[in-house]
């Protein structure tokens, strides 16, 4: 498709028809090469035997299958997949030829796939060379670099190439006298770097990659294939039954769709394609604009990305780098995803309640009803998969030998149930939004068509959150359900509809399956090459240092405040993700700044926990997929509206405001993430964020009962403040700590209960620059005999001098050896503790959502009155 023929179709208008959406979907996810003949059977082949791999690495039986060499080199074997693919699925040019591989590419290919596996042929020259690179191993190295720039090129647009490249040459000559000394150092041999980024996991063979191999793949080979069994068309026309009679129904039904598709796509933009094609139409057609129509969609499938469990693949990132279990990631990032969602619903419903938009059909359903049909639903799929749990403890405690094998026929038991339920309904097929008369789907009836697609995904969710299994075992049997639903889903339907077809129906379940694994495969060939080549921007960080500078920079950019600190690492994620993809931009911005967040908030006083500072990371990066003028979720949108694609992101950004207020939020009130918050507390937080979530949309959008006058939108938002931040406003009226004078510290750790947090502010001089730096370390004593002793469990050692509290070096392996690691505890200036805090009571904080609600309830009191006035004045 030319870019005249793009301009044209946006001009009259018109989106762009679907065969058209879909070549810039491939372009984008997949490459849009796909030449036929014995050239697209062995690209076909290839992505085929990528994905088997794949699942094979993931199973149980790995290692009775494939050789062991093999498994301990599974990156490098992503990798070279990665790069064989990238080259022959993507065109270098604009004007490079789509119907065939030209002879330049071909040597790429197969010199990428070589070069991904050098470690793997010359591993035995390694190991005897100490595990570094000789003369030999850097020139291979430097191309093998040089290679991957061109694929990342090629697969995600320059800017991937670009940043890793100015990273990479800051490596060699970050010691030359213009580059500016606040950032110089000193510099690398050409054979240190390649070694280091090529040879060792330090840089492109990394952690990121090989969460790309172990996890990542697998989850999206899962969302391809239960998109191909019919799952994504079922969330549709469910999302559009239950929602498409409200006001702006099909921009609600926009909303839940993407959230559904969300949880199996990792793709922004192929989210905005799949469900936007059907949704946009209709919004229009109720009376949303091209942007609007379009902005809701964008909004609402980018936000997919921060819905558990895949989000994107940074889920799966943040295990690695945060160091805690994949349930926890998960169970931190949930609220704040669920809470965006609902407020994006309430959007489109203050939008189509402004502009008295019409419904669609004609049915008689409540708005509370459907809200409570959809509560109860969600709610009872999730105690479905609770208490699952149960039964099949009984039956591993009665059977222990052969527990796998009943559970395995029982679940094929429940699957034949649901599939004779779905064979007594048409099965379901696409819409068309443009027809002249729309009926919405009854959900009465096509529930029973799809119910058998929840299986696998409880089957993930069992894994995962019941028995705790690694993320790629979890997808791994959840992707085998996913096979024999592919394989006999159409057989098994005809026999029960007496129908003599099981022949060919098992041949297109067998092209299904294939067509799945092929699209997983092609879809994974940008997060492979993303994740790589962001191996080097993290292998750059390692070697040279640059986080300590990044923390003396942005330290000195921002005066040391907090706040202003957070909006200098947002707006660099935003202007990083700009060209980078969601998951790259995540491994660049959090190995950069994470730290430097968490260590200039002790140094402010505040604690910051890490998974909040990588979620505040990715949300921010996320944006960029909406954000002009490079926010390709928004260009995909208008592709389908017809609109105009700057208007559309300016306005996704605005309907994604809550979106960016959400990490602030979060950062400064831990409880949204569900960090050491019990059941109740959970729910009272879910309850009051909710609410704090929708009166902040409220006042952003200018309508709650009635048209906001100023101050009501000003008060509205300071509501939402008061809700979200109670803390801020108890802490003025009674402080949390008492200060304790440092000469009395050592005896007020023995007084203090066990467990009591104490908070202690350090002095010292820094371990590089012998200037004076300070941070803040929250102590926890335990329960043994007095302070000296407790502090010695905490592996801290004090000596008062002259009124002064001297701090020693702390043993190594003890819980503060690492925080004060940047400490030169040998320099002639002491390191010392300056201040010492003491928690003590507090009245709850939730007490300060009283005033909060009152000033909720007076809005909504003064606005009915006013609304009900405008109700009754004559037209």
Sequence with gaps: MSEQNQQNGQAKGQGLSEEELQELVAASDSGSRNPAGAVG??????????????????????????????????????????????????????????HHVPIQDWILALFGAFIALYGFFFYEKIVNNGGLADHTDKWFALAGIIVLFEAARRALGPAMAIVATIFLL????????????????????????????????????????????????????????????????????????AL??????????????????????????????????????????????????????VASSVNGQIMPPVMGAAAFLMVEYVGISYVEVITHAFLPALISYIALVYIVHLEAVKRNMPTIGHKAVSTLRTVLGMFFFFAGFAVLCYVIQFPIGWIVALVPAGASWILAALVFVAYLALLKLAASVDDLHPDDPNAKEITLPEISEIYKAGLYYLLPIIVLVYFLMIEQKSPGLSAFWATALLFVILLTQRPIKAIFRGENEMVEAFKEGVSDLVHGMIDGARNMIGIGLATATAGVIVGTVTLTGIGQVMADLVEFVSGGNLVLMLVFVGVLSLVLGMGLPTT?????????????????????????PLIAVHLFVFYFGIMADVTPPVGLASFAAAAVSGGDAIKTGFTAFFYSLRTVALPFVFIF???????????????????????????????????????????ESIA????????????????????????????????????????????????GPDFDTGLTTATTLVLSPGSEDGGDARLSALGLTVLEEDGVLKLEEPFPGTPFFEAMSNFDFYADEPVIIDTAQIEVAQLPKELIFIPGFALLILIYLVQRARAGRLEGAPA
């Design 244 to 297: 498409g009679h409200l006001k702006g129904g099909p921009a609600k039904a926009a909303v839940v769709g993407s959230a559904a598709t969300g949880l199996i796509s990792g793709s922004s933009i192929a989210n905005v394609v799949t469900t936007g094609t059907f949704t946009i139409p209709l919004m229009k057609r109720v009376g949303f604009t091209s942007e609007q129509a379009g902005s809701v969609e």
């Design 41 to 98: 059977l062995l690209i076909a082949g290839i992505a085929l035997t990528w994905s088997c791999f794949q699942v094979l690495l993931a199973s149980p039986i790995v290692y009775n299958v494939l050789p062991s060499d093999l498994i301990n080199n599974s990156r490098q074997f992503h990798l070279a997949f990665s790069m064989f693919l990238a080259f022959m699925a993507y065109p270098a040019l604009k004007s490079s030829p789509r």
């Design 669 to 711: 009130n831990t409880d949204l993430l569900l960090i050491d918050v019990g059941w109740i507390q959970g729910i009272i937080v879910f309850i009051v964020a909710t609410v704090a979530i929708l009166v902040f949309t409220a006042g952003t959008m200018g309508h709650f009962i009635t048209r906001n006058k100023i101050y």
């Design 584 to 608: 790259a931009n995540y491994i660049v911005v959090s190995s950069l700044m994470a730290g430097v967040v968490v260590e200039l908030g002790a140094q402010s006083g505040l604690i910051v």
């Design 716 to 763: 509205l938002v300071l509501v939402a403040f008061v809700l979200f931040r109670p803390d801020f406003f108890m802490n003025r009226i009674q402080p949390p700590f008492e200060q304790v004078p440092p000469t009395e510290f050592v005896q007020a750790v023995g007084n203090a209960p066990a467990g009591e947090e104490i908070r202690v502010e350090v002095s």
């Design 170 to 241: 800051y490596v060699f000559f970050g010691s030359s006298p213009w580059v500016p000394e606040v950032i110089r150092w000193k510099g690398a041999s050409l054979q240190k770097a390649m070694s280091h980024m090529w040879i060792t996991s330090e840089g492109v063979f990394g952690i990121a990659l090989g969460v790309s191999t172990k996890f990542v793949f697998l989850f999206v080979l899962f969302g391809a294939l239960l998109d191909k069994a019919g799952a994504g068309n079922y969330f549709i026309k469910m999302a559009f039954g």
